[in-house]
């Protein structure tokens, strides 16, 4: 069975910067969609970045533009780098992996359709 494992969540001060780790177990990357979705506290579950796994453009939430980085490194281990974090960045975050066609629509949960799904971490940002 495939699955997901995040790493790296913790909690920071606002305008620190942090990397989130997601290794992939079981099944080999090729073609893939990866994403990274976040859950606020009573909120529902959102997406906020995702690329082709053999390259290509990446897509970001309007909310994290300019300050997240969605990447795979070259052991297969999909990151998302924050900085300059806010208080309304806390949450919790998962990692996904879904069809490559799907990528474009990636940041909707729904129309993602995402195969395998991460635990998720937790991240919190105090002002």
């Known amino acids: 069975q495939g699955q997901l494992v995040e790493s790296g969540g913790g909690s920071v001060q606002a305008g620190d910067s942090l990397t989130l780790s997601c290794g992939v177990r079981g099944f080999t990357l090729g073609g893939n969609c990866l994403a990274w979705f976040r859950q606020a506290p009573g909120k529902e579950r959102e997406g906020v970045a995702a690329m082709r796994d053999g390259g290509g453009s990446t897509i970001y939430a309007d909310s994290v533009k300019g300050r997240f980085t969605i990447s795979l490194n070259n052991t297969d281990i999909m990151l998302l780098q924050m900085n300059n974090l806010k208080a309304e960045d806390t949450g919790m975050y998962y990692c996904?992996?879904?069809?490559?066609?799907?990528?474009?629509?990636?940041?909707?949960?729904?129309?993602?359709?995402?195969?395998?799904w991460g635990k998720g971490v937790e991240v919190t940002i105090s002002s």
């Open positions: 996904a992996v879904g069809p490559g066609v799907k990528c474009p629509w990636a940041l909707n949960e729904r129309q993602f359709g995402a195969a395998y």
